[in-house]
Each structure stands twice: as C-alpha cells, then as structure tokens.
C-alpha cells in the first residue's frame, strides 16, 4: 500500500500543471490594443479566460468608465501601476484612482536617470518609499509595491542593490512585484529571489525571453524577444515552484511582443497543461 501511494504521488506531482488556473495579465501587454478600443480589448482579455488584471495605464480614459468596463466583463483589477513621481507626489490623487479601479496594489518602478543608480540614489529611494508604503497603508488600506526593472541588480556589498533595497525599506510598508525576465537578464536568479524574500513578494510578471539573448542590462531590449512561455531560456517549472512556494498571489503575464494575441494564448496553455 505504501508504494501504491508512493506511485501515485509521483503520478501526480508529474502531472502537476505549472499553474491551476488562468494567470492574469498586465495591461501593457495589449498597450496598442488598449488604446485603438478599450472596450474590444477587455473583451479580448476576457476571451483568454483572465480575469485578473494590472492596470499599468489608464489610455486617456477616466477610471470610472474603465472600472466599468471591467465590472461588465467580470475582470477584477488587483494592481494599478503609476509613474513612480505621481505616486510620490501625489500619493492620495493615485490612490484615489486605485480605488475607483478596485485596485489593492500601488505599483511603482524606478525612475530611470542620467546619473548611475548607485548605493547613494538606492538610499533616497528608500526613504521616498517608506513614505509612500506607510501613506498609502494608513490612510487609504493599500499596498505600495515596487517592480524591478534591471538597475537594481547592480552589485553592493555582498549582494545588490535590489538586497539593500529590501533589508532598508519597511516590509509592512513596502512589498515587490517580480519582473522574472529583468531579474533574469542581469544576471539574477528569481528562483533564489523568492526563496529569499518570500511573502514580501505578493506579484510576479511572468515573461520568457528568447533563447540567445545575452544576459545583460543596460542594453537596448528588442521586445520581440519576448516568447511564448516554455520556448525561451527561463526554468519556468522551477520559477513557479518557488514562486507558489512564496506565497504570490497575482502571477501577470506580461508580454512585450509586437504580437501578443498569438503568444499569450498559447503561453496561457503552457501554464494550465499537465506536464
């Protein structure tokens, strides 16, 4: 009887899917789509079976039409993502949208500048962040969350910026958002990543990227390198195995591509498919 149930437990972690149900997705992806006509687009979205969204744009359109279109097509928008100045500057305004939208999350990503991010910059970053975390927690419920985007991962002491960023920021006032592919390429393990941080990462981009692509930053990235998920160079088993592991609650597929209506279809059954 114990082998039996040993078989069929390996039977089953086999046959595992990388993911139980539809990913959500960011809305960048479909940016161009968006844009031309909002309201075919969330039919679109909703189409592919996702009913979880990032909203990382608002396309001109006010957040109540566009909570409205969403409520019509049962899609739920857990994440607004806003210039990282607005946020900072106008913390309450970006709030407010949040909430119209029916967003938990705040997402920001670092403003990219002239000057080197160095120890020095990450440092005032921090301290603008612990802001915005507490205000955005105390006053409105929601949750502040930063996304990498490939500078964090230059080296600092024993490890990297994106290190000194997590030990120096509050854990209850500043979460992450894993962008799997921009921790990738610049030579970062996000297997690693979740098995350090944890619960502090509540959402993941999920992204593959096509096989050749050296691993480097601060080049300039052909999206179109962006590839349907399981044909590109990310362990996509052993990322979400930790990720799950970690606790994410939003997994968004994010696909840059000139082409993301062939891709994320076919990147949405790679995930649900037995394997």
Not at 14 to 24: K, N, Q, R, S, Y
Not at 66 to 75: E, F, H, S, T, V
Not at 198 to 221: E, F
Request: glycine share 6%; net charge neutral.
């Amino acid at each position: 009887m114990r082998l039996l149930a040993f078989l069929f437990s390996l039977a089953t972690a086999v046959a595992a899917p990388l993911l139980d149900h539809t990913p959500g997705v960011v809305s960048y992806t479909f940016r161009n789509e968006f844009k031309a006509d909002m309201p075919g687009t969330f039919d679109k979205v909703k189409a592919f079976g996702i009913t979880d969204i990032e909203m990382s744009n608002l396309f001109g359109q006010e957040p109540a039409k566009i909570r409205a279109l969403m409520d019509a097509r049962g899609i739920t928008c857990s994440s607004y993502g806003a210039p990282y100045n607005d946020v900072l500057k106008k913390t309450d305004e970006v709030a407010a949208v949040a909430k119209v939208l029916g967003a938990q999350y705040v997402r920001v990503s670092l403003p990219f500048t002239k000057t080197p991010f160095d120890k020095a910059a990450a440092t005032q970053r921090v301290a603008e962040m612990n802001a915005m975390g507490k205000q955005l927690r105390e006053k409105h419920g929601l949750t502040f969350v930063l996304h990498n985007h490939g500078m964090e991962f230059v080296a600092e002491g024993k490890g990297t910026l994106y290190d000194f960023i997590h030990e120096q920021t509050r854990p209850e006032d500043v979460s992450f958002e894993l962008d799997v592919l921009w921790a990738y390429l610049p030579g970062a393990d996000p297997v690693a990543i979740f098995e350090k941080y944890g619960s502090r990462i509540p959402l993941m981009h999920v992204k593959d990227v096509r096989k050749g692509v050296p691993r480097a930053w601060g080049h300039k990235y052909d999206s179109d390198n962006d590839v349907t998920l399981g044909t590109g160079q990310l362990d996509q088993a052993a990322i979400f195995a930790a990720a799950k592991k970690a606790g994410v609650k939003h997994f968004y597929l994010e696909d840059e591509s000139s082409h993301p209506q062939a891709q994320v279809p076919l990147s949405i059954a790679y995930l649900k498919s037995d394997r």
